[in-house]
Structures are given as C-alpha cells and as structure tokens.
C-alpha cells in the first residue's frame, strides 16, 4: 500500500526491496552449512522458539488489547502484526545482538515457512472471536515470504557453498552496504509514518510498548538457558512483519487506522526493543 509521507512510494518501495535482499542474501553468505547441524542436536529449543514466536506472542496481543480497551481498528492491527512473524531484518539484528547464529537462521527459516499455516490458523481463530470474515490465501502469503526472504537467503547459501573464497571476500563488502542500507531505511521510515505514530494516540503506542516488552520478556525466557539462544529468541518474538500484516489488512478492505496502527507498530517495536539489542551486545561482547 502506498504510504503517505513526504518520502515518493516508489523510493520507499525501491529502497525497501534493495535492502531486505542486500540484508537476507549477506545473512545466507554468512552462514556455515554445518553449524546448522546444530539446532539438529538442540530440536527442544527450535520448538520452544516456534511456540513463543507462533502462539505465546498472539495470545499475548489478545490480552494486551483487553486490557488496553483500544478502538477496533487500532485492536485489529496491533493483532495483525503479533500474528506476523518473521520479521526480515531480525535475522541480522538478533545475531548483531549476540544471539546464537546457527539457531538464530534455522528459527527465522522455519518461522517463514510455518508462517503459511499459522496466519491462517490465527485469522480463523480472529474470525470467531470478532464475528468476521476475514481470509488470507496460503499461497499470496508463501509468494511473499519467499521472494522477500527465502530466495535471497537461499542464493547467499548457494553462492557461499560453491565458493567460500568468494564469499570470504565479499562478506567484509557487503556487511557495511547492507547495514546503511538498512539504516537509511530506518531513517526514511522514521520520516514517512512518525505523523502516523503521533495520529495513533498515546493509549495505543502504550498498546505497542507493552505488547513488545511482553514478547521480549516471553522470547527471552523460553529461549533459555544458553544466553545467545535466549537473544535469538527474544528478538524472533519481539519483530513482526509488517508487509504480511499489510498483505492481510489490504486484501481483506481494512480501513485506513488498520494500515496506520501496523505501520505505527513498526515504528514503536522497533525503538523499543533497541535497549534490548544494545543491552544483550553488551553482555555477549562481556563474555
């Protein structure tokens, strides 16, 4: 959807696709095919992963907007964000924060994956409890985590098997274009919808810190006990995706504070779990 913001949509749009494939095909360079063997040996904590990211984070937006008596619309997307996982830039922000490399690419792989069968799951469960109607198509869902995630992770995987001299070469290169690409989205995005984070209402920011907070706690805890999993952990629960929360919102006709409250969320998740990542840098680098 276009966001309406002094930055041109087809910049904001441009910058976003160059920088999520700049960020995912670096993360797939980086990774060594045989420390993945090791979540083979560990398959109780990629469980406890999927099961904070996929179940504890909706339930907890469940309660959080009860608890908050936000609006519908504003209630509506914070929902939608804590039902979209897999967050493209939380694979670099959780291992740039220490979190366990290995478990930290296998949890954001299968938490994509999963994603085409919980969103769904989750939505159906919305329907009952907001008598709606509401739909999401498997496949629409799959185009997108695919094409924004899996093919740039899977062909920095592919060039770094067929070449780890090229790799190791364009690793130390790419690392800063990817991080100010990242950056400079940040920024741009900072720009674009802070008008909309200010429209959205103290009650509902309020709404977003403490659904973060919650996730991180949650994450953090069932990421034990080895510290650098728990980082992984928390940093999967905390970052929601918000194209797939927009892909449902704009497919179903949501109104425009539905778009705002996602976009709002994006905003606020992402300042607020920044003490988190600074603090578990610190204690990792410590160690």
């Known amino acids: 959807m276009p966001i309406d ?7 904001f749009s441009s910058l976003a696709v160059l920088t999520l494939w700049a960020v995912m095909f670096h993360a797939g360079l980086s990774i060594v095919p045989e420390e993945l063997a090791w979540v083979g040996k560990h398959p109780g904590q990629l469980m406890k992963g999927l099961f904070a990211v996929l179940v504890v984070v909706p339930v907890l937006a469940l309660a959080v907007i009860r608890h908050f008596e936000l609006n519908r619309a504003v209630e509506i997307g914070i ?12 694979l670099r922000r959780s291992i740039g924060a220490g979190g366990h490399a290995s478990f ?4 954001q792989i299968a938490v994509v994956l999963l994603a085409v069968l919980s969103m769904p799951l989750w939505i159906a469960v919305l329907d009952l ?4 109607n509401a739909s999401i198509d498997p ?19 592919l060039a770094r098997r067929s070449s780890t001299r090229l790799a190791a070469l364009l690793l130390p290169r790419l690392a800063p274009v990817a991080g100010g690409l990242l950056l400079l989205l940040t920024v741009l995005a900072l720009i674009n919808v802070w008008q ?6 103290p009650r509902a920011i309020l709404g977003i810190v403490t659904m973060t907070l919650l996730a991180l706690m949650a994450g953090h805890l069932l990421g034990g006990p080895d510290p650098a999993t728990r980082t992984a952990n928390a940093v999967a629960s905390a970052a929601r995706n918000p ?22 969320y994006l905003v606020v998740c992402a300042l607020t779990v920044l ?13």
Not at 79 to 90: E, H, K, Y
């Open 243 to 264: 194209g797939l929360a927009l892909l449902v919102a704009s497919l179903n006709g949501a109104p425009p504070t539905v778009m705002a409250t996602i976009l709002a």
């Open 129 to 132: 409890l907001y008598d709606a």
């Open 5 to 11: 913001g002094p930055i041109p949509d087809v910049v």
């Open 275 to 287: 003490p988190y990542v600074v603090w578990r840098r610190r204690a990792a680098r410590a160690t």
């Open 139 to 157: 496949w629409s869902l799959g185009r997108q985590v695919f094409f924004a995630q899996l093919l740039p992770l899977g062909i920095g995987l």
């Open 79 to 90: 929902v939608l964000m804590s039902i979209s996982p897999g967050a493209p830039v939380a």
């Open 104 to 107: 930290a690419v296998t949890l």
């Open 196 to 201: 909309t984070v200010i429209d959205a209402g």
